[in-house]
Every structure is written in C-alpha cells, then in structure tokens.
C-alpha cells in the first residue's frame, strides 16, 4: 500500500482557490483564453503559495507572510480621474482595470485594454499572453488564472516612439483591497519604445501583475520600473521578455516603498547578437523587505546580458537578489556579467546575495560579483573635514553609490526623474 501525503492549505491558499472556483466563470476570454486560465490554476492549486522550500523563493516565504488575503477589488468609479504628466501618454490601471489612456497617441502606437482582446478568440494572441517560461510559477500562474483586465501595447514595425507611455497602477478607493493585472507590450521590428511603469496605493493593497513583452528584430524596449513610499503594502511584480535579433531590452527598477516587494525577471535571449540589460536600486528602511530575482537564458550564440543592482539598507530591512544566468550549448560567445552591491547604513539590515551561472558553452565570457560594505569612514573623514556635516556627507556618497546604476537610463527627463526620487528619500532619511 502506498501512503498518499496531503499538502494542508494556508487560509490563503483556501480563499485564493475559492476566488477562482466562484469567479472564474464572470472572467473575460475565449475557449482558448478559458483554457489557459484553468492549466494556470492547476499549476497554482498544486504547487500552493511560493515558500522557503522552493530555491528560487527561499529567502522570501511568501506562504508565511500573506496571513490573510483582502477582498478583491470591484468595479472602478467612472469618474476616476487620469492626470496625465507634459508629453507622456499615461496609461490608468485602477484597482487592476483599465481607465483610460489619457496625453497624445503616438504614431504607430496601438492601446488596448486586455478585456477586450481576451474577448475577441484571437488564439495566437492568448497563446502569446500566457507564455512558458516562467509558467510554472506560481505567481505568475495565479495572475493568469485571474487576472480580468490590463492593457495591451502594440507599437507597429519601424515606428520610433520618442516620448515615453506610462502603465499607472493606482487605487481608487481608501479599503484594503487585492488586485491583479496583466500587461502584454509588443515591440515590432526596428521600433522603439520607452516605457514607465509605477505602482502607488492609498491603503493596504496586495497586488499581483504580470508584463509580458516581445522585442523584435533590431527593435529597442527601455522598460523603467517604480515604487516610492506610496506602494502597495505586497507588490508581486513580474515580467517574461523575450528579445529577438539584433533586438535590446534595458530595464531599470527603483524601489522605495511597499512592505513586502517581489520583483521577478525571466528572460529569453532567443535572437543572436540580442542584447538585454537589467539594472536597478533598492533603498530599504524599517522592516522593508525587497527582493529581485531573475534568470536569463542565452540560446543562441553572440548575445549580451548585463546586470547591475546596487541595495542601500537601513534599519531592520532585508534586499535579496538572486540572479542567474543560463547559457545553453548552442549560445556560444555570450557575453555576461552580473553584479550586485549592498550598502548597509545600520547594523540591523540583512542582504542575501546569490549570483549564480549556468554555463553549458564552450566559448563564452560570463562572470558574477557581490559585495556587502558600509560606509567608508575614511571618506566620511575627508568630507567632513572640510566642514560637510556628518549627515550630509553620508548623503553625498549613498548618492554616488546609487548614481552609478541610474545613470544607465539613457531618457534624461526619467533619468532626472530617479535622481529626483532619490534625493528626496535620502532628504526624508536625512530629517
């Protein structure tokens, strides 16, 4: 006779699966798109929320930090207002639906909200929203299973998009709340877009989104990721990308805010001579706890990847980052490098670092750092001698330390934006 273990289910876990056992049926989509959604939740019913057993989430457990989930949130007021920046066209996902798209439409740039295409039986579109890799997470499986509405990005082969779309992801209402969105972002051959993507919440709000992108031939995706002190209280954010020929994909993600954050990368270099970039800074105070995990796999030869985060942990708080990069046998003469640096301003802060490669070429140029330092106090030393108080010359090198990262961002108004962002978090620390 053999034994049959049963996993017990988290309260979580059993409200996340009585959501979709009541709520699928009400969901937007296709047979093709019903079809996906439910593979999706088998995955998520079988694996459970993500925890310390699982490599890739062991030092994030998310199964002992969601306690309880919050209702899902409803319906968005029609009077939402989209208050649109000086030439960015912002895109208003409240509460996980689409608004409105308000600022000029640029040439060769389609918007669409996700509801409708799930509607429309476009079978290679769904087969393309809900991709592989990445599939088996369950995160990304439970937004797939769930996820009603989000936005559609398609910018048409050639087009040169100067001006950046922002994908706002707000809240309309003061309740603690739950929600779930999905992005899919097409890039075509030799186009180019900057896209921003920022998280705020007026209460407590877990949240769970998903970017699906495409970059294709010579095309060019700059993707900036933001959350200040205003972010969701959980935020699971995470993006598939796959980058074709001669194509680039440069990421930057600041995070300032939010108690538990989950910033999650798997990306597919499936073009030769295809190049991705994925860099980012981290300022953590209290009891914050951020965590950046990626996996980059090279499958064809000539491809580039880079990685560079720099963490700046004060207090209680706690920056992960896990980084892997797979080289497969055909990827010959890849060229990666991943880094990442953590600067602890306290004693109390903890950082895990774990770069890892995977190599299984013969003709390749990779190679990973870590470190974990304080401040230097010989530095400290030269600037407060010429009569730079203590606090402001701790500011001046946490500064230099994080420029170095966002000074990658090639859009100078989003670059100045960052160390705008920036200044003020070490002002508040500073007060």
Not at 201 to 229: K, T, W
Not at 292 to 304: A, D, F, K, R, S
Not at 338 to 364: Q, R
Request: hydrophobic share 40%; net charge negative; glycine share 10%.
């Amino acid at each position: 006779m053999t034994a049959r273990v049963a996993r017990i289910r988290t309260p979580a876990e059993t409200a996340l699966a009585e959501a979709y056992t009541q709520g699928h049926g009400a969901l937007p989509g296709s047979d093709s798109v019903r079809g996906h959604r439910a593979r999706a939740f088998d995955v998520f019913h079988e694996r459970g929320l993500p925890h310390r057993r699982i490599e890739a989430w062991h030092y994030t457990d998310l199964r002992g930090t969601l306690r309880e989930v919050y209702p899902r949130a409803g319906a968005t007021p029609s009077d939402f207002v989209n208050e649109a920046r000086d030439g960015v066209l912002r895109i208003l996902i409240a509460d996980g639906h689409f608004v409105s798209a308000s600022g000029v439409l640029p040439g060769g740039v389609t918007v669409t909200p996700l509801r409708d295409r799930l509607a429309s039986g476009d079978t290679a579109f769904s087969d393309r929203l809900f991709p592989k890799a990445g599939g088996e997470d369950a995160v990304i499986a439970y937004n797939g299973a769930m996820a009603a509405d989000g936005v559609v990005i398609e910018v048409a082969a050639g087009a040169k998009v100067e001006q950046p779309v922002e994908i706002s992801f707000v809240t309309s209402t003061g309740a603690a709340r739950s929600d779930l969105a999905r992005v899919f972002v097409c890039v075509g051959a030799r186009a180019s877009l900057t896209l921003v993507e920022s998280h705020q919440a007026s209460a407590p709000v877990q949240r769970n989104v998903v970017v699906v992108a495409e970059v294709g031939d010579s095309g060019r995706l700059d993707h900036i990721f933001e959350c200040d002190e205003k972010a969701p209280e959980l935020l699971l954010s995470s993006l598939v990308i796959d980058v074709a020929r001669h194509g680039t994909y440069e990421g930057f993600g600041l995070i300032a805010g939010g108690d538990t954050i989950r910033r999650q990368v798997y990306a597919i270099v499936s073009g030769e001579e295809a190049k991705v970039a994925f860099r980012g800074v981290s300022l953590l105070t209290g009891k914050r706890h951020a965590d950046t995990t990626l996996i980059v796999e090279h499958h064809v030869p000539n491809g580039t990847s880079r990685e560079l985060f720099k963490h700046i942990l004060a207090d209680d708080s706690t920056g992960v980052f896990q980084g892997k990069v797979v080289v497969h046998p055909a990827a010959q003469k890849t060229d990666g490098g991943m880094k990442s640096h953590a600067l602890m301003l306290t004693d109390g802060p903890a950082m895990y670092n774990k770069p890892e490669l995977e190599i299984f070429a013969d003709d390749v140029v990779c190679g990973h750092g870590a470190t974990v330092g304080q401040l230097d106090e010989n530095q400290l030393f030269y600037l407060m001698s010429r009569g730079i108080p203590r606090a402001e010359a701790e500011a001046l090198l946490i500064e230099a330390f994080a420029r170095e990262a966002i000074e990658f961002v090639v859009n100078e108004p989003l670059r100045e934006r960052l160390e705008n962002a920036l200044a003020a978090w070490l002002k508040r620390r500073t007060s």
